[in-house]
Structure formats: C-alpha cells, structure tokens
C-alpha cells in the first residue's frame, strides 16, 4: 500500500505522531513528510497540530472515509493474490457467539491445528453488532454466529449451519422449571440477565410484560459472560435468555433451560468469512469442518 497512504492513516487514527510513526515503522520526520506530500497533492490541510496532538480537518476526515475503503480493497486483493502464490493464512482470528464458542470453536481450532500446525489462532468472544465491518476491515478472518441480513454486505460469504431460537434458564428448583414450555409473563418478579445485545430476543420478552404502547426495558443485567449470567440464575430469582443448543452445558451447571410457550424468533447462524479468502485451503478446512455436524434446526 503507498506509504503517504499508510502514514496519513496511522495519524488519523492515533493523532499522535510519536505512536503513529511507532505503529508503521518510521520516524516522525518520515510521517511527517509523507503528511505533507499528501497535503501538497490535495491542496488542502489534513490536520491540524497542536501542542497534544493533531485533530483532523474537514477535508482530512473526507479523506480518511475514502482512505480506510482503499485499504480495505488492498488487504483484500491481497488476499486474492495470496491465495494464487501462497499455502494460506500464517493467523486465522476468529469472532465467535456464544453457541460456537462454547459447543464447537475448542474441537475446531483443535482439528485445524492436527491440519495446519504452523498457524496460529487468536479467538474472541467479546463481538458486538459490528461484526460484519470488523470482518470486511480483516479484523477477523472468520465469524462463527449470527449477522443479521441488514448488517451483511456483499464482500461476506455465509454457510449457514444451523437455526438458533433462544429459551429461559431458571434454577432447578423454580417452580416454573418444571413446566415443558415456559410463559415468560410469569416470570414479572424476576431479574432479567441477557449475556449478548440480542434485541429480537429482548422485544419479543417484552411484549410478554408490555403493551406495545408503553416503552420500557426489562433487561436487569447485561454481560460478556456467559458463566456470570449462569451464576446469577443459582443465587435467586434470576432468569436468564440463552439459546436452546446450549442445554448440556446448562444442565451442567446444574440449571434448566426451557423454551417459552410461544417460542422466540428462530435465526439462521452460519460462518461468515471475506468472499476474498475463501480459496485458502484453512478456511475451506473450516467450511468441510461445519459439513460433519448433525446440527438442531
């Protein structure tokens, strides 16, 4: 990628000299005069300096939207052109729900590695609604979850695996548990735990409570970890969403899950991966890998 390029971006998105000319590799003078080249060829200030730092102009925040899509289409053609000269990937970063993460990406990640022993592997299992730009910006290589159509855009493939349709956990010993399907109006004295932003599932528990007049939030509780909402539901009058599939773990805790009397919104989860890298021979391992699964749908 040009180099005026790759400067003008490391500034822009540390505004700082000093770290940018760390991040690429080159001393602040060579940051600074690549700024400049690029500042004589457009005629027009990109940022202005002060004492703290540098905050961008109108005409430097214009660039960056244009800058950040050009280095998208270079990591991608990249991608192309590796696929012809190269074995693969030397890292493969995976984004990962909660159902993948828990029930598959340990036996995946463990097969790949018999397959490809000198790639390495980064998993994480903190994504929130910005995953298909953090796959398109080649943040991670692979997303094993849900992405809603909307959030999809025509650089992703998807192999759709299996339907997720999310239940209630409750202890044991709730009366309620008892029950083949639960109605989560009866549960309007609880605390509600949800360990993901899932607003499908969130809207349709609360028309359950909630005229669709009135506006209101049942969420009590919102975290990362699965394990902590878990521990919530044991400690008392906590009732936590989770998908159906994730049953065995839950049982293991020594919880029930139970799906609800008018069932939830079931959704299509798949593995979602740059249409640029899917030639390579460890993201087809991945694809083959999915083909083995009798999965619940």
């Known amino acids: 990628m040009d180099r005026n390029l790759e400067a003008f971006l490391a500034v822009a998105r540390y505004l700082n000299l000093t770290e940018a000319s760390v991040q690429i590799g080159l001393?602040?003078?060579s940051v600074t005069k690549r700024i400049a080249n690029l500042e004589y060829d457009f005629g027009a200030k990109l940022f202005v300096r002060h004492r703290r730092g540098m905050t961008l102009t109108a005409a430097g925040q214009a660039f960056f939207a244009r800058a950040k899509r050009i280095e998208n289409e270079y990591q991608q053609c990249r991608e192309e052109v590796k696929i012809i000269g190269s074995a693969g990937m030397s890292v493969v970063r995976f984004g990962a729900g909660t159902l993948f993460h828990l029930t598959y990406a340990a036996k995946?990640?463990?097969?790949?590695?018999?397959?490809?022993?000198?790639?390495r592997f980064e998993l994480s299992t903190n994504i929130d609604n910005a995953?298909?730009?953090?796959?398109?910006?080649?943040?991670i290589d692979v997303y094993m979850g849900i992405i809603t159509p909307e959030n999809l855009d025509d650089s992703t493939y998807v192999k759709y695996v299996?339907?997720?349709?999310?239940?209630?956990v409750l202890r044991a010993d709730d009366p309620n548990a008892s029950k083949d399907r639960v109605d989560?109006?009866?549960?309007k004295d609880y605390n509600w735990v949800f360990f993901t932003v899932d607003h499908e599932t969130e809207k349709k528990i609360e028309e359950y409570f909630i005229p669709k007049s009135l506006s209101q939030f049942?969420?009590?509780?919102?975290?990362t970890s699965f394990n902590a909402g878990l521990q919530l539901v044991r400690q008392g009058k906590y009732a936590?969403?989770?998908p159906l599939q994730l049953a065995p773990e839950i049982n293991d805790a020594g919880l029930?899950?139970?799906?609800?009397?008018?069932?939830?919104?079931?959704?299509?989860?798949?593995?979602?991966?740059r249409k640029s890298s899917i030639g390579y021979g460890v993201i087809q391992a991945i694809m083959e890998f999915f083909d083995d699964f009798n999965f619940e749908t």
């Open 131 to 139: 995953t298909s730009k953090m796959l398109s910006e080649s943040v």
């Open 27 to 29: 001393t602040q003078s």
């Open 184 to 187: 989560p109006s009866w549960l």
């Open 218 to 223: 049942i969420v009590d509780v919102r975290t």
């Open 256 to 273: 029930i899950i139970r799906p609800t009397v008018h069932g939830m919104p079931r959704r299509k989860a798949g593995i979602h991966v």
């Open 108 to 119: 995946l990640i463990g097969s790949l590695k018999l397959k490809f022993p000198n790639i």
């Open 240 to 242: 936590l969403s989770a």
């Open 162 to 168: 299996t339907n997720v349709e999310h239940g209630i």
